[in-house]
């Protein structure tokens, strides 16, 4: 069996496939982290910094080997060092480093004190990837001290700590544990083509794989669980999909007739390269207006920075220059809506109505302009989900777009790319980050008009 790390627990929460790949795939394959990426590893690290040089505290000496590490770790809590940094913790083939051990009075094998592992996080709550890799963590514990600590810690990115107790995340850890020591054991797990991939370094390799197996997975949305329910009815790839009978399939329990009837367009779609009509829309017979805001995580809040709309062919933007101006914008935003009574807002996806909801909660505003906007909101995805079947994997308005032929200007144009843009130009000041910011949110605006024109057209 393979050696088992924490970042296999991480791994496997995010897509079991990339364990299996960590274990037994070619590294070559893999691709770079994108810029984004490598940022907020960046920033995860620079925060890690930020805290622990707030504490004094014992650490293993970084030139030692993993067993070298872990002898000395032992030394460190036998001395009963109130805080051990980077502690290496090893059992038989298994291999854990929390970001601290911290010492906790109550009887063990070392004494009456034992230890209890802290991980420094900077996402905002308990996910389910930082709390398994602690329970790894006290599971690995349970050797030298006679038993595993009953609580950890995580310390959030926005400053607060929490504590929290082992045993109600117990049986989900011994689940996932035991699936990665199957798979640390060779057991294969196959590609699964999910919203995991785009961030994934073995996303170029997954996706080839996919496409030579004609992957059920490449079915936008299916899960893993339908998946393997039709292959149990013989429906083994995108071919025998797009045969499926639904009046004998829908009788299996389960199986539902419109995701059956969605599947089987969906693999014709993509075998075909087309797309396909399901129904028509309505859009009402107004001015259109074509929506999109761009906002970033500071700190502990979220900043709308830019609200970009294309109208009659003219782009029309406010922005916050700096995240202190949020409330100008946002004030400009309503403003510019005073005088306009009927007309089509529309977006792509639900973030855009929830983000001016908070907007409206935090400054407030005039409510009927606020309720005007939010009820003349079109949520194109919605719509192109009612009445169209597209050729491609996912259902982003990159893919949409770009089947439809449209081109952003840049090559690494993409939401997190903005927001890179936008903390280059906070950091810099140079004015090229924001024109990139300004002409990436119209793009995306324009990319809204070439969706809607498509449904508008089939409407013929
Ligand atoms: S690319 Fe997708 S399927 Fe492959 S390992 Fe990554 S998340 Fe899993």
């Known amino acids: ?5 924490a970042t296999n627990f991480y791994g496997f929460v995010k897509c079991p496939r990339k364990v299996y790949l960590y274990f037994f795939g070619d590294p070559t394959k893999k691709i770079p982290y994108s810029e984004f990426l490598q940022q907020k590893m960046k920033e995860g690290r620079d925060y890690e910094r930020e805290i ?11 030139a030692l080997s993993y067993k070298e590490a872990a002898e000395q770790t032992l030394k460190f809590m036998k001395n009963k060092e109130k805080l051990i940094y980077q502690p290496v913790i090893i059992q038989d083939n298994l291999i854990g ?4 051990l911290e010492i906790k009075k109550g009887k063990s094998k070392l004494g009456n004190y034992y230890y209890q592992p802290m991980d420094i996080k900077t996402g905002l709550s308990a996910k389910k990837k930082y709390t398994m890799q602690l329970c790894f963590y ?3 514990l349970e050797d030298i001290q006679g038993f595993s600590p009953d609580k950890f810690k995580l310390w959030l990115g926005d400053g607060s700590i929490m504590e929290l107790k082992t045993q109600d995340y117990f049986n989900k850890f011994a689940d996932i544990f035991s699936k990665i020591k199957d798979i640390a054991g060779g057991k294969k797990e196959q590609v699964h083509i999910c919203g995991a991939c785009k961030d994934c370094q073995w996303k170029d390799f997954c996706f080839s794989v996919a496409e030579k197996e004609d992957h059920l997975s490449l079915i936008f949305n299916i899960s893993r669980n339908n998946i393997r329910k039709l ?5 083994k790839n995108l071919k025998d999909a797009a045969k499926i ?3 004998e399939l829908s009788k299996v329990k389960g199986f539902g007739k419109t995701s059956l009837k969605r599947w089987k367009l969906q693999a014709r779609s993509l075998i075909s390269g087309k797309s396909v009509k399901l129904s028509s829309y309505p859009f009402p017979d107004v001015q259109d207006i074509y929506f999109d805001i761009e906002d970033t995580q500071i700190k502990n809040n979220k900043i709308v920075y830019l609200f970009g709309m ?3 062919k003219e782009y029309k933007y406010f922005l916050a220059e700096k995240p202190s101006e949020e409330k100008k914008a946002w004030k400009s935003f309503l403003d510019f809506f005073k005088d306009k009574k009927q007309f089509n807002l529309y977006v792509y996806s639900g973030h855009e109505k929830s983000m001016l909801k908070k907007l409206f909660k935090k400054y407030g505003g005039d409510k009927k302009i606020f309720d005007r906007i939010i009820s003349n909101l079109i949520d194109l995805l919605s719509v192109v989900k009612k009445t169209t079947i597209f050729p491609v994997y996912s ?7 770009k089947f439809l032929g449209f081109r952003w200007s840049s090559k690494d144009a993409s939401g997190s790319q903005s927001l890179l843009w936008y903390s280059e130009w906070m950091a810099t000041n140079d004015k090229k980050h924001l024109n990139k910011i300004l002409e990436y949110n119209k793009e995306d605006c324009l990319a809204e008009i070439a969706v809607k024109e498509h449904i508008e057209n089939q409407n013929y």
């Open 1 to 5: 069996m393979k050696p088992i790390r």
């Open 52 to 62: 622990i040089s707030k504490f004094r505290f014992a650490q293993p000496e970084e």
């Open 97 to 100: 480093i929390p970001d601290f």
């Open 138 to 140: 006290c599971y690995l």
């Open 231 to 235: 292959k149990d009815f013989g429906v």
């Open 245 to 247: 009978n639904i009046d």
């Open 310 to 312: 294309v109208i009659d």
């Open 395 to 401: 259902y982003s308005i990159k893919d949409i777009a």
